[in-house]
């Protein structure tokens, strides 16, 4: 079974090159750009991995990973900043 990602990254170029290269190894990719999108998915999909920029406005990474705990605890969560 293909590894399912959700990527949440507000910078539009990260996004597009991160999913990119994702896909390009072989793992099923869902990028949005925000937290609250990506709140939306863990709470109606699965996922294997949650991989998140820390900074972004709304809600960031780490309260999006506080939010993945409660909704979905088997998501592994891995954090990627820009700063």
Known sequence: ??????????DE??????????ENAGYDVI???SGSDAL???E???FDLLLSDIVMPGID??????????ISPDT???F????
């Open 1 to 10: 079974m293909m590894i399912r990602i959700l990527l949440a990254e507000d």
């Open 13 to 22: 170029a990260m996004r597009t090159y991160l999913a990119r290269a994702l």
């Open 31 to 33: 990028a949005v750009g």
């Open 40 to 42: 939306s998915y863990l």
């Open 44 to 46: 109606t999909e699965c």
């Open 61 to 70: 990474g780490i309260e999006l990973a506080q939010q993945c705990a409660k």
């Open 76 to 78: 592994k969560v891995m």
């Open 80 to 83: 990627t900043t820009g700063f």
